[in-house]
T-cell receptor, first 114, second 114 residues
Framework: AQKVTQAQTEISVVEKEDVTLDCVYE???????LFWYKQPPSGELVFLIR??????QNEISGRYSWNFQKSTSSFNFTITASQVVDSAVYFC???????????FGTGTLLAVQP | DSGVTQTPKHLITATGQRVTLRCSPR?????VYWYQQSLDQGLQFLIQ???????AKGNILERFSAQQFPDLHSELNLSSLELGDSALYFC?????????????FGPGTRLTVL
């Protein structure tokens, strides 16, 4: 069975702190994709990153970075120098198997205090 | 703006009623997905259509049905509504149907069943 676990329900940090959001996944597929989405208070889901199972290179995009480790089935997301605008719920998702349906984790609510 | 449109934005109705949610995918996208986000179940995949044909089914109740029309827009029909159906319903679209295609999410329809 496929599963995504985001053990951190809520994280609160002060602006400019670095924060890491954890994501652990389970799948028997050899080809799969991992995603991160952001859901700000306005409610829409905003795509952040996609990573396939054959590419374990870490990725950095501005203040965002992602660490994919197949050995521990983890795909963690770090925000450097957090800002108030980063406050949102962040979802990790898994896409595998024959169809393109996303399995979401329960999300992590990040609150960045000024 | 993802390019995916959903109407209506908000819907308030009573138990036992039937509603229709509408989704227009991004231009060029052939695949449409429906997801439900509720406090109890989190973000769950309901159903996927590709070029008018049902492609995959998730935890969609028998009271719910969907279709994709020749112009590629999709409708999600919810009938015999119950209080527990209150949720945010997202539509997403992608170019292809196979695993790994990025899904672009619409702004969602918030359904409240009283």
């Amino acid at each position: 069975a496929q599963k995504v676990t985001q053990a951190q329900t809520e994280i609160s940090v002060v602006e400019k702190e670095d924060v890491t959001l954890d994501c652990v996944y389970e799948t028997r597929d050899t080809t799969y994709y991992l995603f991160w989405y952001k859901q700000p208070p306005s409610g829409e889901l905003v795509f952040l990153i996609r990573r396939n199972s054959f590419d374990e290179q870490n990725e950095i995009s501005g203040r965002y970075s992602w660490n994919f480790q197949k050995s521990t089935s983890s795909f963690n997301f770090t925000i450097t120098a957090s800002q108030v605008v980063d406050s949102a719920v962040y979802f990790c998702a898994l896409d595998g198997g024959a169809t393109n349906k996303l399995i979401f984790g329960t999300g992590t609510l990040l609150a960045v205090q000024p | 703006d993802s390019g995916v449109t959903q109407t209506p934005k908000h819907l308030i109705t009573a138990t036992g009623q039937r509603v229709t949610l509408r989704c227009s995918p991004r231009s060029g996208d052939l695949s449409v997905y429906w997801y439900q986000q509720s406090l109890d179940q989190g973000l769950q995949f309901l159903i996927q259509y590709y070029n008018g044909e049902e492609r995959a089914k998730g935890n969609i109740l028998e009271r719910f049905s969907a279709q994709q029309f020749p112009d590629l827009h999709s409708e999600l029909n919810l009938s015999s509504l119950e209080l527990g159906d209150s949720a945010l319903y997202f539509c997403a679209s992608s170019v292809g149907a196979e695993v790994g295609y990025e899904q672009f999410f619409g702004p969602g329809t918030r359904l409240t069943v009283l």
